[in-house]
Protein backbone atom coordinates (compact mmCIF):
# COMPACT_ATOMS: atom_id res chain seq x y z
CA UNK A 1 0.00 0.00 0.00
CA UNK A 2 1.07 3.22 -0.91
CA UNK A 3 0.87 6.52 0.48
CA UNK A 4 -1.83 9.13 -0.54
CA UNK A 5 -1.22 11.86 -3.20
CA UNK A 6 -2.03 15.03 -0.90
CA UNK A 7 -4.33 17.21 -3.47
CA UNK A 8 -4.05 20.73 -3.80
CA UNK A 9 -5.60 23.08 -1.16
CA UNK A 10 -7.26 25.02 -4.00
CA UNK A 11 -9.14 21.71 -4.75
CA UNK A 12 -9.88 21.02 -1.20
CA UNK A 13 -11.37 24.42 -0.60
CA UNK A 14 -13.44 23.73 -3.55
CA UNK A 15 -14.53 20.24 -2.68
CA UNK A 16 -15.30 20.85 1.40
CA UNK A 17 -17.42 23.97 0.12
CA UNK A 18 -19.72 22.16 -2.41
CA UNK A 19 -19.78 19.05 0.23
CA UNK A 20 -21.46 22.31 2.68
CA UNK A 21 -23.48 22.81 -0.02
CA UNK A 22 -24.65 19.29 -0.79
CA UNK A 23 -25.78 18.65 3.02
CA UNK A 24 -29.05 19.45 3.56
CA UNK A 25 -28.93 19.99 7.12
CA UNK A 26 -26.16 22.66 6.65
CA UNK A 27 -27.08 26.35 5.33
CA UNK A 28 -23.74 26.96 3.96
CA UNK A 29 -24.29 30.69 2.43
CA UNK A 30 -22.63 32.03 5.97
CA UNK A 31 -19.53 29.50 6.08
CA UNK A 32 -16.12 30.56 4.86
CA UNK A 33 -13.50 27.67 3.84
CA UNK A 34 -10.08 27.91 3.54
CA UNK A 35 -7.37 24.91 3.46
CA UNK A 36 -3.62 25.55 4.24
CA UNK A 37 -1.79 21.79 3.99
CA UNK A 38 -4.48 19.89 3.96
CA UNK A 39 -5.78 21.47 7.00
CA UNK A 40 -9.46 22.88 6.20
CA UNK A 41 -10.77 26.06 8.66
CA UNK A 42 -14.59 26.83 9.13
CA UNK A 43 -15.59 30.32 10.12
CA UNK A 44 -18.38 32.44 9.93
CA UNK A 45 -21.94 31.60 11.36
CA UNK A 46 -24.81 28.67 11.98
CA UNK A 47 -28.24 28.78 13.55
CA UNK A 48 -28.00 25.99 15.98
CA UNK A 49 -24.97 23.82 17.66
CA UNK A 50 -26.40 20.64 15.38
CA UNK A 51 -26.12 22.13 12.49
CA UNK A 52 -22.39 23.51 13.62
CA UNK A 53 -21.74 20.17 14.19
CA UNK A 54 -22.96 18.69 10.86
CA UNK A 55 -21.09 21.42 8.95
CA UNK A 56 -17.67 20.04 10.99
CA UNK A 57 -18.43 16.80 9.53
CA UNK A 58 -19.19 17.15 6.08
CA UNK A 59 -15.81 18.56 6.20
CA UNK A 60 -14.04 15.78 7.12
CA UNK A 61 -16.19 13.54 4.52
CA UNK A 62 -13.92 14.88 1.90
CA UNK A 63 -11.18 12.76 0.97
CA UNK A 64 -8.33 14.57 1.53
CA UNK A 65 -8.59 16.82 4.38
CA UNK A 66 -6.71 16.04 7.68
CA UNK A 67 -8.11 18.43 10.18
CA UNK A 68 -10.92 20.03 10.57
CA UNK A 69 -10.72 23.41 12.44
CA UNK A 70 -13.43 25.32 14.16
CA UNK A 71 -13.93 29.22 14.31
CA UNK A 72 -17.93 28.69 13.26
CA UNK A 73 -20.14 31.30 15.86
CA UNK A 74 -23.31 29.76 16.98
CA UNK A 75 -25.69 32.65 16.36
CA UNK A 76 -29.38 32.57 18.13
CA UNK A 77 -32.12 33.85 17.19
CA UNK A 78 -35.00 35.60 19.70
CA UNK A 79 -35.87 33.99 23.34
CA UNK A 80 -33.58 32.22 23.86
CA UNK A 81 -33.29 30.00 27.14
CA UNK A 82 -30.80 31.45 29.86
CA UNK A 83 -28.12 29.00 31.41
CA UNK A 84 -30.51 28.61 34.21
CA UNK A 85 -33.20 27.41 32.36
CA UNK A 86 -30.45 25.63 30.13
CA UNK A 87 -29.34 23.41 32.90
CA UNK A 88 -32.91 22.40 34.26
CA UNK A 89 -33.18 21.52 30.51
CA UNK A 90 -30.17 18.98 30.27
CA UNK A 91 -30.98 17.60 33.53
CA UNK A 92 -34.36 17.35 32.98
CA UNK A 93 -32.78 15.02 29.40
CA UNK A 94 -30.83 12.63 31.87
CA UNK A 95 -33.41 11.48 34.01
CA UNK A 96 -35.53 10.88 30.76
CA UNK A 97 -32.06 8.77 29.39
CA UNK A 98 -31.33 6.60 32.99
CA UNK A 99 -30.89 3.50 31.19
CA UNK A 100 -28.32 4.56 28.86
CA UNK A 101 -26.55 7.39 30.85
CA UNK A 102 -26.25 5.81 34.43
CA UNK A 103 -28.85 7.73 36.46
CA UNK A 104 -27.09 10.52 38.82
CA UNK A 105 -23.49 10.06 37.36
CA UNK A 106 -23.53 13.47 34.92
CA UNK A 107 -23.71 17.19 36.22
CA UNK A 108 -24.27 20.01 34.24
CA UNK A 109 -23.50 23.24 34.10
CA UNK A 110 -23.97 26.04 31.49
CA UNK A 111 -22.26 29.48 31.55
CA UNK A 112 -22.62 31.78 28.40
CA UNK A 113 -25.00 29.26 27.15
CA UNK A 114 -21.65 26.77 26.85
CA UNK A 115 -22.67 23.44 28.48
CA UNK A 116 -20.41 21.48 30.24
CA UNK A 117 -20.37 18.30 31.16
CA UNK A 118 -18.36 16.61 34.56
CA UNK A 119 -19.03 13.04 36.03
CA UNK A 120 -17.72 9.46 35.57
CA UNK A 121 -19.38 6.58 33.36
CA UNK A 122 -18.38 2.88 32.53
CA UNK A 123 -18.18 3.15 28.74
CA UNK A 124 -17.32 5.25 26.23
CA UNK A 125 -20.78 4.99 24.24
CA UNK A 126 -22.25 6.53 27.70
CA UNK A 127 -19.92 9.22 27.46
CA UNK A 128 -21.02 9.72 23.76
CA UNK A 129 -24.60 9.02 24.41
CA UNK A 130 -24.36 11.77 27.04
CA UNK A 131 -23.38 14.56 25.04
CA UNK A 132 -25.49 13.43 22.05
CA UNK A 133 -28.09 13.89 24.65
CA UNK A 134 -28.09 17.65 25.28
CA UNK A 135 -26.22 18.77 22.07
CA UNK A 136 -29.40 19.70 20.26
CA UNK A 137 -30.95 21.77 23.19
CA UNK A 138 -32.62 25.03 21.72
CA UNK A 139 -29.83 28.04 22.78
CA UNK A 140 -26.91 25.98 23.49
CA UNK A 141 -23.85 27.42 21.53
CA UNK A 142 -21.01 24.31 22.44
CA UNK A 143 -20.70 21.40 24.71
CA UNK A 144 -17.91 20.39 26.94
CA UNK A 145 -17.76 16.76 27.58
CA UNK A 146 -15.65 16.14 30.63
CA UNK A 147 -16.87 13.45 31.57
CA UNK A 148 -14.70 10.90 32.68
CA UNK A 149 -14.53 6.36 32.31
CA UNK A 150 -14.36 4.59 34.95
CA UNK A 151 -14.28 0.63 33.94
CA UNK A 152 -16.27 -1.68 36.31
CA UNK A 153 -14.08 -4.31 34.91
CA UNK A 154 -11.05 -4.61 33.04
CA UNK A 155 -8.24 -6.84 31.40
CA UNK A 156 -4.83 -7.90 30.70
CA UNK A 157 -3.57 -6.03 28.09
CA UNK A 158 -2.41 -9.09 26.09
CA UNK A 159 -6.31 -10.29 26.68
CA UNK A 160 -7.55 -6.80 25.27
CA UNK A 161 -4.91 -6.72 22.72
CA UNK A 162 -6.10 -10.05 21.51
CA UNK A 163 -9.94 -9.24 21.85
CA UNK A 164 -9.74 -5.51 19.63
CA UNK A 165 -7.61 -8.09 17.22
CA UNK A 166 -10.07 -10.39 16.97
CA UNK A 167 -13.11 -7.87 16.57
CA UNK A 168 -11.15 -6.00 13.73
CA UNK A 169 -10.61 -8.92 11.84
CA UNK A 170 -14.73 -9.44 11.71
CA UNK A 171 -15.09 -5.65 11.12
CA UNK A 172 -12.65 -5.29 8.61
CA UNK A 173 -10.90 -8.77 7.33
CA UNK A 174 -8.92 -7.19 4.23
CA UNK A 175 -7.87 -4.31 6.35
CA UNK A 176 -7.20 -5.71 9.75
CA UNK A 177 -3.85 -6.94 8.80
CA UNK A 178 -2.39 -3.92 8.69
CA UNK A 179 -3.83 -1.77 11.81
CA UNK A 180 -1.47 -2.64 14.87
CA UNK A 181 -2.58 -2.75 18.68
CA UNK A 182 -1.06 -1.62 21.26
CA UNK A 183 -2.50 -1.73 24.84
CA UNK A 184 -0.55 -0.09 27.56
CA UNK A 185 -2.94 -0.27 30.34
CA UNK A 186 -6.20 0.67 30.02
CA UNK A 187 -4.99 3.23 27.07
CA UNK A 188 -4.84 1.45 23.41
CA UNK A 189 -2.84 3.10 20.32
CA UNK A 190 -3.56 2.18 16.97
CA UNK A 191 -1.03 2.16 13.95
CA UNK A 192 -0.68 1.48 10.43
CA UNK A 193 -2.62 2.49 7.66
CA UNK A 194 -6.34 2.00 5.77
CA UNK A 195 -7.69 3.26 2.79
CA UNK A 196 -10.62 5.34 3.61
CA UNK A 197 -11.31 7.32 6.85
CA UNK A 198 -14.28 6.03 7.53
CA UNK A 199 -12.62 2.80 7.88
CA UNK A 200 -10.19 4.63 9.94
CA UNK A 201 -12.96 5.45 11.99
CA UNK A 202 -14.39 2.18 12.01
CA UNK A 203 -11.28 0.84 13.74
CA UNK A 204 -11.36 3.43 16.52
CA UNK A 205 -14.95 2.62 17.29
CA UNK A 206 -14.43 -1.32 17.41
CA UNK A 207 -11.43 -0.34 20.17
CA UNK A 208 -13.84 1.82 21.79
CA UNK A 209 -16.13 -1.60 22.71
CA UNK A 210 -13.10 -3.19 24.52
CA UNK A 211 -14.10 -3.72 28.26
CA UNK A 212 -11.92 -1.70 30.55
CA UNK A 213 -10.26 0.95 28.01
CA UNK A 214 -10.14 4.59 29.15
CA UNK A 215 -8.36 6.23 26.08
CA UNK A 216 -7.52 5.65 22.40
CA UNK A 217 -5.00 7.28 20.74
CA UNK A 218 -5.61 6.80 16.67
CA UNK A 219 -2.58 7.16 15.16
CA UNK A 220 -3.69 5.33 12.01
CA UNK A 221 -2.85 6.78 8.35
CA UNK A 222 -4.32 7.18 4.80
CA UNK A 223 -3.50 5.11 2.03
CA UNK A 224 -4.44 4.64 -1.52
Known amino acids: MTQIQHRPDHQLRTDVTEELAWTPSVSAEDIEVTVTDGKAT????????????????AA??????????DKVVVRHGNDVPDDADLTREAMNV???????????????????HVLTLRGAVPWQFQREAARNAV??????????NLISLRPSAT???????????AALTRHMPEQSQYVEVGVDGTQVTLTGDVPTAAERRS???TAWFAPGVTAVDNRMTLTD
Open 60 to 69: TRVHGVTVTA
Open 203 to 205: AEQ
Open 155 to 165: AAPAEMQAKIT
Open 135 to 144: AGLPGISGVR
Open 42 to 57: LSGYVGTYPEKEEALR
Open 94 to 112: FDRRSVVVPKDSVQVEVRD
